[in-house]
Structure formats: structure tokens, C-alpha cells
């Protein structure tokens, strides 16, 4: 094997996520002169038993390999038999799976590498109450077995890494992919003071909006939540009213900044207000889109035009009926994933691709080039 390589490369892709991994496979392979392999996934799979309970087992070597496992933890389009009942798979059955894969690797890998898109338990990343830590949890229990590291997208709160100090943690933004995809879409947006504006729908995407508002010189928005503190709702406080803080929005293109999408009542509430205070177009990027109630509000703030686009990637499911939605736009994020492979099966920094700030920098100047 080329000594460039830190070990051989092995995927192991867990349930749901196949049709993406054929396609990092594809671009892994277009980048490699390797006629011997077919395919860098393994051959692996987790069965349930007719009890719910489940085993991981692998059909091939992996004694020696440089090895990434690739999880979509909030995948629910996946099922299983239990007791006769077909049974959506939760975030909690999908991280037992990565647990059971993790056993059966055995620590005969060199390294394994964990691409988990969104973090699991990622919102529970601090302690206000009484209340479990369960993403710090869970990273020091992956870490314990046997994750040397661990990849995420645009986590919720990036600071959880402390909790596995001696583990390796990366968090990429999709940042220029979202951009280059909002271009293309509307190739007549200008990215000037004068026309766009970046919104925080919160105080806790400041950190993430911020970066756009820099890298665009462009103002920079916010809203903040109004709670009722004194109700609990779902496992948490109500929010009564969005407050907006910022320059006026009349006849901008507003693009609004977040970490996901859930059931979507604060983005379109925000996006209302933010129409009724004259903005030209809303638009919403959001890295993980999982419309937990359902398109039908979207398909009706659409329809009143107090929504023009919502951006959100492929790194995690949605269902097929939002795929159709001329409001909804996917960001495929495929041939990033396989520059990530790439790049850290070679053992080579990251960096760049962590932080894309040339590629969106020569992409706001094509921008603004052909819109002089």
C-alpha cells in the first residue's frame, strides 16, 4: 500500500445512510488510482432480533485499517421488527448500533474515525437543573471505546468537546457549500451592505451568524426569545415572543442562520415578522433540516410568500416529501465528506477545509464581478 496513506481505507456506513456513502464512495474512487478495490465500504450490518434487540457483525478484516464510521443518528426513515410492529429507529437505537459496531471492530483497527453529522443528543450539551449531560456523556463513552475521532457538522454548542479532552473533535461548516448553493439558486443576489443582511434567529447562532456577517461584510441581525419560564412544555419553556435587534430590513435579502430546522414554528415567525418589516426576500439555511411536524406550515408560509428558501444539506434524512417542495432547496454534501476522508486517510490537516474563508471569499468576488 502507499506510504502516504495512514492505514487502509474502510467505511462502514450505519443503516439509512447508503445512497449518500455511494456517492463519497464514487468521488473517493475518482480521486484514487486503486484498480484492486471495488469499494471502500464494508461489508457490515446491524440484525434485530423479533425482540428489539440488536448485533453488529462485519464480514471483512479490518486488523490494520484506517477505518470511518458514518452515522445519521436522526434517521427515523429506518425501521425494524419488534414484537411484529415496525418500529422507527430513534437517535438512541442508532447510537446503540454505532456502540455495537465499535464492539465489533475489537480494537483490531489502527484508527477509527467517527463522522456523526449531527450530534447526537447535541442539545443537551449543558446542565441548567437536575438534568442529565448526555452528549459529554456520550463522547466520553465513544472515546472510551475506541473512537480516536470524532467529526461533526455545525454543532450545537462546540464547547461539549471539553468533555473528551484527549479525544479528537472537528467541527465543519457548511458554510461555502450553502453560499454556492444560494448563488445558484438566485443568481441575482448581491452581497453588499446595502441589500443583504445576515439574521440570528437567537442568541445561541450568533457565533455561526457572526461568521457570515464577517465573511460577507454584510450587518448583522438578531432576534431574541421571550420565554415563559413559568411552563414546560415538551422538556422546555415556551417561547411567547420573538424580539428583533438590528438596522432596518426594508428591501433586503435576509438570509437567516441556524444550527437545524425542527418543527419550524420560530424560523417562520421570525420570517414573518421579518416580511412585515418590508424584507425582499427570507431566506433560511439551516445544516440539518428535520421538519419534525411535517412540510404542511411551510408549504402555507410559502404560499403567503413570508418565506422564499430554505436551505438545509443532505447529511442527515428528510423525508421524500420535502424533497418536492418549491420552497426547499438540498445542499449535497457528498464530495465535502469524501475531501474529509481523503484528507485525513492521508493524515493532512483539515484546516482549510474547516474553515473555507478563501473558496467563499473568491466566490463572493465572482459574485459581485458579474453583478456590476
Not at 53 to 77: C, P
Not at 148 to 166: E, G, K, L, M, S
Not at 235 to 264: C, Q, T, Y
Not at 286 to 292: M, S
Amino acid at each position: 500500500m502507499d506510504q502516504k496513506y495512514f492505514g487502509e481505507l474502510s467505511i462502514i456506513g450505519m443503516k439509512g445512510c447508503e445512497d449518500f456513502l455511494s456517492k463519497v464512495d464514487g468521488y473517493l474512487h475518482s480521486s484514487r488510482d486503486e484498480a484492486d478495490r471495488s469499494t471502500y465500504l464494508v461489508n457490515a450490518e446491524c440484525p434485530r432480533f423479533g425482540s428489539g434487540e440488536g448485533k453488529a457483525i462485519i464480514h471483512e478484516t479490518l486488523r490494520g485499517h484506517d477505518v470511518y464510521i458514518y452515522a445519521d443518528v436522526f434517521n427515523y426513515g429506518v425501521t425494524y421488527k419488534m414484537y411484529g410492529m415496525n418500529v422507527p429507529m430513534s437517535p438512541d437505537d442508532h447510537y446503540q448500533d454505532i456502540k455495537r459496531m465499535l464492539c465489533a471492530i475489537g480494537g483490531k483497527a489502527r484508527r477509527v474515525t467517527l463522522i456523526m453529522p449531527m450530534l447526537y443528543e447535541g442539545r443537551q450539551h449543558r446542565r441548567t437543573a437536575r438534568e442529565s449531560l448526555d452528549c459529554a456523556m456520550a463522547l466520553q463513552e465513544l472515546v472510551d471505546n475506541g473512537v480516536t475521532n470524532i467529526v461533526t457538522f455545525d454543532a450545537h454548542d462546540p464547547n461539549v468537546q471539553q468533555a473528551i479532552p484527549y479525544g479528537g473533535f472537528d467541527n465543519v461548516r457548511p458554510a461555502y457549500q450553502m453560499l454556492k448553493a444560494l448563488v445558484t439558486e438566485y443568481p441575482d443576489i448581491t452581497f453588499d451592505p446595502e441589500n443583504t443582511m445576515i439574521i440570528a434567529p437567537d442568541e445561541g447562532a450568533m457565533s455561526r451568524s457572526m461568521y457570515y456577517s464577517s465573511l460577507l461584510s454584510v450587518d448583522l441581525g438578531m432576534f431574541y426569545k421571550r420565554r415563559n419560564y413559568k411552563i414546560v412544555i415538551d422538556g422546555r419553556n415556551p417561547i411567547e415572543a420573538h424580539e428583533f435587534l438590528g438596522k432596518p430590513v426594508e428591501g433586503k435579502d435576509l438570509i437567516v442562520v441556524d444550527d437545524m430546522i425542527a418543527s419550524g414554528e420560530s424560523v417562520l415567525d421570525l420570517a414573518e415578522q421579518l416580511k412585515e418589516k418590508g424584507a425582499r426576500r427570507v431566506f433560511v439555511f439551516a445544516t440539518f433540516g428535520l421538519f419534525t411536524s411535517g412540510p404542511e406550515k411551510f408549504d402555507k408560509a410559502y404560499e403567503e410568500g413570508k418565506i422564499d428558501r430554505i436551505f438545509t444539506t443532505n447529511l442527515n434524512y428528510r423525508a421524500p416529501a420535502i424533497l418536492e417542495r418549491p420552497w426547499y432547496t438540498e445542499v449535497d454534501m457528498s464530495k465535502f465528506v469524501a475531501y474529509i476522508i481523503e484528507n485525513m486517510n492521508q493524515d493532512a490537516s483539515i484546516s482549510s477545509l474547516l474553515n473555507p474563508v478563501d473558496r467563499i471569499h473568491a466566490l463572493m468576488d465572482d459574485v459581485r464581478e458579474k453583478n456590476k
